[in-house]
Antibody, heavy 120, light 108 residues
Framework: QVQLQESGPGLVKASETLSLICTVS?????????WGWIRQSPGKGLEWIGN???????HYNTSLKSRVTISLDTSNNHFSLKMSSVTAADTAVYYC?????????????WGQGTLVTVSS | EIVMTQSPATLSALPGDRATLSCRAS??????LAWYQQKPGQAPRLLIY???TRATGIPARFSGSGSGTEFTLTISSLQSEDSAVYYC??????????FGGGTKVEIK
């Protein structure tokens, strides 16, 4: 079955760039679907960060758009998230997930999540 | 941006009770609504999409209904393993995709 696994540094300094990778197994990311990033601040709800389609087309949350880049690496079957100029407010558990094929985007399955702490 | 509002914030019930969770959208999202279950320390799990279609492997005691701006997730007979936070998410008008604030279900 399709499985996703986030990886990357658990600690990032304020003003630097957060970089995470989501490795997908059991499905080729070039075969379809949107692939997305969602985060959850400690004790809070879910916030959508952005999606990338197999075609490379991206959509971002307007609140984060100026700082976020999502890209695909089809040769390694993974997609990545880069978020620049991070602050303490970016401390969260970051999840990657598979979205829908068309414009109907619900997320299933999800990775287990990775905690990223921004330190001053 | 479509704002999703969930109620109640917390629901406490006995095993075997029927639980009704509500999700309201600030404008119509047609039937483009999903429900997720999140247990402590775990990632969210898809329960329902298209407002009423159960995802693969989801028990029949979970059901979704509604369209437009008012949606309901019903758990027909609560079990201890249903203790979790439940989120709704709209995907009718995006970006951005938006989630509700969650309803915490506690089993007495």
């Amino acid at each position: 079955q399709v499985q996703l696994q986030e990886s990357g540094p658990g600690l990032v300094k304020a003003s630097e760039t957060l970089s995470l990778i989501c490795t997908v197994s059991g499905y080729s990311i070039s075969s379809g679907y949107y692939w997305g990033w969602i985060r959850q601040s400690p004790g809070k709800g879910l916030e959508w960060i952005g999606n990338i389609h197999q075609s490379g087309n991206t959509h971002y949350n307007t609140s984060l758009k100026s700082r976020v880049t999502i890209s695909l690496d089809t040769s390694n079957n993974h997609f990545s998230l880069k978020m620049s100029s991070v602050t303490a407010a970016d401390t969260a558990v970051y999840y990657c997930a598979r979205g829908g094929r068309g414009s109907q985007i619900w997320f299933d399955p999800w990775g287990q999540g990775t905690l990223v702490t921004v330190s001053s | 941006e479509i704002v999703m509002t969930q109620s109640p914030a917390t629901l406490s019930a006995l095993p075997g009770d029927r639980a009704t969770l509500s999700c309201r959208a600030s404008q119509s999202v047609s039937s483009s609504l999903a429900w997720y279950q999140q247990k402590p320390g775990q990632a969210p799990r898809l329960l329902i999409y298209g407002a009423s279609t159960r995802a693969t492997g989801i028990p029949a005691r979970f059901s979704g209904s509604g369209s437009g701006t008012e949606f309901t997730l019903t758990i027909s007979s609560l079990q201890s393993e249903d203790s979790a936070v439940y989120y709704c998410q709209q995907y009718n008008n995006w970006p951005p995709l938006t989630f509700g604030g969650g309803t915490k279900v506690e089993i007495k």
